[in-house]
């Protein structure tokens, strides 16, 4: 079986309470904290940055922080979340003058590195970079906001990010962003994803460990 990673989105936690929040579903199980991390200009929301994650490295967190950026420019904030204990950054490749540049930039900095592709960006600019992703996140709903609707094309677009990791013969991870719940994620994984971003579906449930072993249940079938 993969190496199967459980990424909650902090999105959909209690911001007024959120070292607690992250505590309470790393306790239930959670593997990796997702970040998002959006800007009002690349995406139509605002979230939170480099200030938050230091925070909760402050506060006791040692799982990985798992940052995404849905910011432009991307360079400008790669240095403050490397500062700030980053595990992964990923970024959107439309949102950076110079892909090459800013995955080297959070590689220097000691962080893993990846690229995030919206659901009709097409994944073309992997084939010069694959020696420089240790993540690849592909988005199943459009970003900005939790609580959307698993986009089922996504499906067939991990089975081509699956084949290209599997020809790079490179530890990469497939990650997937977007509409994750119980019910999609044993199909997400046969698509060939091992890493699963879930926000609404964890935080919006009364009981955080209930939904992550019905994950994990649904993943080892
Ligand atoms: C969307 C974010 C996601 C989102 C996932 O732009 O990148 O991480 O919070 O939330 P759910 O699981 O509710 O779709
Ligand atoms: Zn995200």
Do not use: W
């Amino acid at each position: 079986m993969p190496d199967y990673a459980i990424a909650p989105s902090i999105l959909s936690a209690d911001f007024a309470r959120l070292g607690e929040d992250v505590d309470r579903v790393l306790a239930a199980g959670a593997d990796i904290v997702h970040f998002d991390v959006m800007d009002n200009h690349y995406v139509p929301n605002l979230t939170i940055g480099p200030m938050v994650c230091s925070a909760l490295r402050k506060y006791g967190v040692t799982a990985p922080i798992d940052v995404h950026l849905m910011v432009r420019p991307v360079d400008r904030i790669i240095g403050d979340f490397l500062e700030a204990g980053a595990s992964y950054i990923t970024f959107h490749p439309e949102a950076s003058d110079h892909i090459d540049r800013s995955l080297q930039l959070i590689r220097d900095g000691g962080a893993k590195a990846g690229l995030v592709f919206n659901p009709a960006t097409p994944l073309d600019v992997l084939r010069y970079v694959m020696d420089k992703v240790d993540m690849i996140l592909l988005m199943s709903v459009n970003p900005g906001f939790g609580g959307q609707k698993f986009i089922p094309t996504t499906l067939d677009k991990l089975r081509e990010a699956r084949a290209l990791i599997d020809a790079s013969g490179r530890d990469i991870r497939l990650e997937v962003d977007g509409g994750v719940n119980t019910r999609n994620i044993r199909q997400i994984a046969e698509a060939g994803a091992d890493t699963f971003v879930a926000g609404s579906a964890i935080f919006n449930a009364p009981d955080y460990k209930a939904v992550i072993d019905q994950m994990r249940a649904e993943l080892a079938q």
